[in-house]
């Protein structure tokens, strides 16, 4: 799709600086653009690109906008812009619409006729799926799930049985939603199986990245609330509730029952043991370890720096003498203190 | 189902304080309990919701049976009974048999007339089920994959040739049993690939959790033993041999020919190296590293704290010179020495 | 397949001492190796096993061909030789040529006759494949996807829209190569979806492990150049380069613009932050947290060391107060150093 500057410029509430009838058909990065492509400037580490940019437009913000070279398109914040305009000009609506034929859907499913159900899909009975929902091939939605509309499945994705998800919500290929969380109960040191009979929620707009797992609850629900994004290989564990707009990156774990805030960012690879508690517009960064309640908004961090091997190797072996370290410390402080006194 | 509640108490082996007759339909939280509904009591955090459930009945140990205001099920351990009335009442063992016609299964297997093979299963010359196995939909049994009796593959389960499973093994969507192990070998400063022809063997009463691996071996099999539980996202490398009962949390990985002994608890995001053996009875709690044997049954960890992110820049640098400092503190000593002396 | 042992010498470059006409034709562990079966010694932790090995040949080095008591195939390099003869010994190409019929193939696709398609595949418009590709059972072709000649793409694999295969592939079941990478926009606090339309090029001879997620660019595209080995539960990000035969271990992740150099060797639970650049030669050890570039060859490692639950204890408070230590430990030196003067 080939748009005008300035039907661009409408669309995000900024104005041209330039010739706004200039026609934009693709995005590209401020280096390798060219004529009919839009660029954007958000990180400051690729202004030096600015100036030898061939795009025919570039996104930008009113305080770098004198600096741009070709016609500019001057918004508060380009990131959102950029992000509604790539939106506009790649967004081919699927107009597929029904079953396919080798879908399965057994008897007493509620679909809207607008749905569309690819190849290879089995949906179970009881199922409903809302308008302008898509759902890709190879997946596999359990017995009474209800999706929302205008959502995408991908593909080979596992939806089980009562799981229970929002409007315009994202599945990426692999997700498992509702998969049994892990119960066991120790029986004269036999583990047996603790039946996971509560479900999932995920609110509206919620997105969740390839492989990632979300368990369903042990008695009651495992939440995902409204607004949440979840990266690649996550595991949220049996009722877990994540908090509104809260975004995670890849290969987090949650354990059980713990609850995060809204509006947290937690970073990839970050562990969260069970039963805690995140506060509302918490950052932990990556590779951080959580055994505790975080009970105040802020940015959070664990994780020791890397090191060479050599190096590493003798700093590691002291790690262990820490406590017996400090320990010294205070008696040399108070042998100096008497030496002094 | 409904049942009155001395029918459960006769299941797990206690007895009723209260009216044995009252029917029990499905199990609950104390605190969301209603009429009809079970709950229990084994974290002590939760005694304060005992005296205001509204739920018809709770198992309870005999050391708070007295402060129980409702029915009572006394037992001796309240957690595995728990989970055995739960099982009883929400079981709804499929009555599903037979091969779905979407489902392709190669000439040479040997599938029990009780076996349910799901709709867009595939299923390889040679494999063998046994009976009572459910096969959900969109899994994969490779070339002579034996599987034994009252297993479920819940959906979109890999499962890869010569792969030996045991009984009551339930596997969760996305598992991939029998990949290739991780074996390249240098030549020349090139990778060529180390064909892994070992296999995995699965014990009895066995769970994987969603979309976790366990590789096949190079030479020999790699051996889940009978009882082990292990949660989502977990990695078994090729040649890892997995004690009974052992139970592993999400997210932990388990690097080559590592064996790990009976009745062990790993946590999550634990790391292991390969060719180390971890004794019988060992607990290892979550986000630990381990690099070296451990050979005596115990509790082991590692990890650093959680910090606001300001302080732990400031801890984080500092640990590149844990080694110096220690020997600070040997100089300091010997300093302090010598004035005395 | 049964094949004389001088056969199998001229195969790898070695010589036989011994009988060259003896048959071999599996491969075995030096400790459990019987007749018509080839081992090898590498490791140098087997070599007491050498002795009483039952094998019909050893695979070995020309430094320890004497010690062997059996027929020996001596050559440079024992690991790869052996690489070489177990593919040769296992291989059995398939005979497979064509689409199953439950596959679903959409029109304007370019599909070597040589290529097979297997059950329950789909297949999107514009597809190309070349010549003597297999794509196992279940597996997503999106839009556009183009895979070159003798791949293999086992079982229920997602590969999206645009993504680019070299030539020689091998990926294993649950592998998602191109789905979205994780870009979000903040938007006065609500996140919105920054469109991925860059895509994922993979070159030749790159095998990827179970459920290792590769996603999509941003813009341009995220790659995986010729020779890499990717393991299992891998998360490559969007817009990462992965340089030339460079390996890395299962559950590593690597997030969004970092560039890897070839011929690195990663680590299994590796942590890599965006943005940073790691150079050739780099061997990064498992579990490390890679959180600044890498720009000189080596070996990097960071973690702390496993301890009993106890002792963890207390050296992990101890961690919060290392900058504090440090300074004390400087106060101590100066007080010293004053008491001295």
Redesign the interface.
Known sequence: MKLPLKKLAEHVGGYVIGDGDCLIE????LK?ASAGEISFLTNLKYKGELQATRASAVIISEKHATECLTNALVVT?P??A???I??LL??EKTSLQGI?P?A?VEPGCEIDASVWI???C?VETGVSISAGTVI???C?L?KHVSIGKDCEL???I?V?HHSRLGDRI?L???V?IG??G??????N???????Q?GAVQIGNDV?I???T?V?RGT??DTIVED?V?L???I?I?HNVRIGK?T?M???T?V?GSSTIGE?CAIG??V?I?GHLSIADNV??????????S?RTS????????????N?????????????E??K??KV??K??EN??G
């Open positions: 693709r995005v590209a990065t390798n914040n990131h959102p950029y992000a509604k790539a939106t790649y967004t396919h080798t399965v690819g190849p290879h089995v890709g091939p190879g596999y359990g991908t593909a080979n596992s089980m994202l990426h290929p692999g498992v998969a049994d892990f119960g066991q109960a120790n029986d040191g036999k583990w047996i199986k603790v039946p009979v997105e990245g390839a492989n797992t368990d008695i009651e607004g994004k990266d690649n290989l595991q564990a707009n975004v990156a890849a290969c774990a354990a509006n990839g690879c562990a043991s950052t932990i960064t990556g590779r951080s370890t959580v055994l505790q975080v802020g940015v959070y961090s664990s994780s020791t720096p890397l090191e060479p091997n190096l590493w190797h003798k700093n590691h072996i002291r790690f262990k003498q820490l406590d370290m400090a010294r410390i040399l402080e042998e100096l030496l002094r």
